[in-house]
């Protein structure tokens, strides 16, 4: 079985495929959709992350292609109807990560809340000043998290530790779930109304996309917090501009964006401005993170080629 990997993906965790006679693995990064095209059809699985999109004209051109592995949760850059309509199958890692990109919600939270960037900035810039980063705690303060899933189940739990009041809504979580969370489960609209902070944790799709848009901005507090460690779709891009350049909000910590890399001026605009605290989709990128997606989609492939039963398809 021929493997290409157009992503980067931690070696150790391909070990299940090195070890594997049957298989031979190609990394081969950066390729343009075109080139993409060009050498798909020689390859019978595939490894991605987020950063490879496997569109239909992808597929199309992928004759040989068995199975489609996705090292991360989100299956949002693969077209899942097109390569079942061929016959594909899409496998994922959907827990390797998520301790990864809770732990890096919270990471962003602080950071804003303390304003650790730019903090850092400027004391590397040679000044020493400390009245301009007086920061806010979030201790007593309200979280409302939107999709109370893997990630967002870790969020809340470590939201406790810090003695905030959680408010979470998922419209897939059974309200037990949510008490054994310590959480209220409430509808999006008093998420809005009531928290200081906003985090998402929920996938991109149909009923995700702007999920956080004007009309929601102009019912939430004054001052409130936006934390997207999720997918850039689902706030607004140009609400999210306007509420910080308006003040209605006080920061925004993004990890995603509705282009990664950014193109057009309005995510460049976001990106810069002065309460934005920033990553390049980084929720992932740990070390154990990208170990154990890696393991998870290997096992998968190998379980594929032994004829056994696959845990995420
Ligand atoms: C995921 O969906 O698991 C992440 O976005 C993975 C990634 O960084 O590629």
Redesign the pocket.
Known sequence: MKVLIT?EISQEGLQPLLDDPRIELEIRLGLTPEELHRIVGRFDAMIT???TTVDAALLEHGRRLKIVAR????IDNVDVDAASSRGIIVVN?PYG?VNS?AEHSMALMLSLCRNVPVASASLKSGEWKRAPFTGRELKDKTLGIIGLGKVGGRVALRAKAFEMTVLACDPYISPKRAEDLGVKLVGLEEIVRYADIVSLHCPRNAETIDMINARHFDAMKDGVIIVNCARGEIVNEAAMLAALQSGKAAGAAFD?FSEEPPRSELVRQLIAHPLMVVTP?L???TFEAQKN?AVDVSKEIVRYLDGQPLESA
Do not use: Y
């Open positions: 992503d992350r987020s950063g090292a991360g949760v989100g890692a990560n990109a995603v989709h929720g992932a990128n997606v």
